[in-house]
């Protein structure tokens, strides 16, 4: 049976401190739930959805980071992503609410073989590596 998992680390390269706001499973179920907080200028360690159906429907979810800015502003961090069975249908989307602000970019990995910005629409298991930070000095990694 394949792994239909999604192994996750998130890089926070802001100067401030991400506070989980929310996360779902919309399929799956979170074996490792992700960090309450991931501290400025840290990865976070390993967090994973998995799936838990005998009949591997695949895993599906999101997190939601928020954290303020120097001035007060709040800001929100979102990815969704799935890891699905049916055929063409794995997808990654991550984002921030003030882009102008803060950069977010990730790396998803699928058979040892590195996307940046991009996650191919099949192939199990998914090793997601967030990265957000301040929009002038965030670079994408492969370091998983």
Aim: charged share 20%; glycine share 6%; aromatic share 16%.
């Amino acid at each position: 049976m394949a792994n239909l998992a999604v192994y996750i680390k998130f890089f926070n390269d802001t100067d401030y401190e991400l506070d989980l706001y929310d996360k779902g499973a919309s399929h799956g179920y979170w074996d490792t739930e992700p960090p309450q907080k991931i501290l400025a200028k840290s990865t976070s360690k390993q967090f994973e959805i998995k799936d838990h159906s005998g009949a591997a429907s695949g895993s599906e979810g999101y997190i939601f980071y928020k954290t303020r800015d120097k001035s007060g502003l709040e800001v929100y961090i979102k990815s969704s992503f799935c890891d699905s069975w049916s055929a063409n249908n794995n997808y990654v989307y991550y984002g921030t609410s003030h882009e102008t602000t803060f950069a977010a970019n990730f790396v998803v990995t699928i058979d040892d073989v590195p996307h940046k910005n991009y996650c191919p629409e099949s192939g199990h298991p998914i090793y997601l590596f967030l990265t957000c930070g301040n929009l002038s000095r965030t670079k994408i990694t492969d370091n998983f």
